[in-house]
T-cell receptor
Framework: GAGVSQSPSNKVTEKGKDVELRCDPISGHTALYWYRQSLGQGLEFLIYFQGNSAPDKSGLPSDRFSAERTGGSVSTLTIQRTQQEDSAVYLC?????????????FGPGTRLTVL | GENVEQHPSTLSVQEGDSAVIKCTYSDSASNYFPWYKQELGKGPQLIIDIRSNVGEKKDQRIAVTLNKTAKHFSLHITETQPEDSAVYFCAASGSRDDKIIFGKGTRLHILP
């Protein structure tokens, strides 16, 4: 079946512009995670959605970052007034049960470059 | 919160030899320890996981060991092959929140 998809695969933007990154999780997965991976670095947790519960936003680095998950499916990560340090690969993952206790299926990521 | 340390950051082994990657975690409440493999240009993919009720798990050439007392867990790859070249991440979860915390990764090079 279809895996997790993300769009766009690459995004180049100018400093100060807003960007939206999209994630389509695997159908039926209740949990959805966003991570940031800077060059040569690990996976930095950003935000976590679990069913209809309020999202865990504790990893968002600043108030320029926000995310939504509509209808328990598609998620959008928005970065406002982008800065050069926002350049990274943004990865989305979904899992059936969530709570960090089962396999996370990752999308291929969106590579964001802020000029 | 949980903190996961992973080493080495880079590892080169001769094809056919074994590779070992080690991780430590800080929160004794963590009880789920997955390992992910990330190939170039792709998202990470789960290769093996272990829960705290067992000390070792094996799947063909891959094995993971867990020492809960010392808060250590390790990935062992035997008879390494060129396709094992990738970045490997350990992770820990199951503590007081629902987050999974990843190590910083190990870049494994299999030398011909």
């Amino acid at each position: 079946g279809a895996g997790v998809s993300q769009s766009p695969s690459n995004k180049v933007t100018e400093k100060g512009k807003d960007v939206e990154l999209r994630c389509d999780p695997i159908s039926g997965h209740t949990a959805l995670y966003w991570y940031r991976q800077s060059l040569g670095q690990g996976l930095e947790f950003l935000i976590y959605f679990q069913g209809n519960s309020a999202p865990d936003k504790s990893g968002l680095p600043s108030d320029r970052f926000s995310a939504e998950r509509t209808g328990g499916s598609v998620s959008t990560l928005t970065i406002q007034r982008t800065q050069q340090e926002d350049s990274a690969v943004y990865l989305c993952a979904s899992s059936l049960v969530g709570r960090g206790m089962d396999e996370q299926f990752f999308g291929p990521g969106t590579r964001l470059t802020v000029l | 919160g949980e903190n996961v340390e992973q080493h080495p950051s880079t590892l080169s082994v001769q094809e056919g030899d074994s590779a070992v990657i080690k991780c430590t975690y800080s929160d004794s409440a963590s009880n789920y320890f997955p390992w992910y493999k990330q190939e170039l240009g792709k998202g990470p993919q789960l290769i093996i996981d272990i829960r705290s009720n067992v000390g070792e798990k094996k799947d063909q050439r891959i094995a993971v060991t867990l020492n809960k007392t010392a808060k250590h867990f390790s990935l062992h790859i035997t008879e390494t092959q060129p396709e094992d070249s990738a970045v490997y991440f350990c992770a820990a979860s199951g503590s007081r929140d629902d987050k999974i915390i990843f190590g910083k990764g190990t870049r494994l090079h299999i030398l011909p």
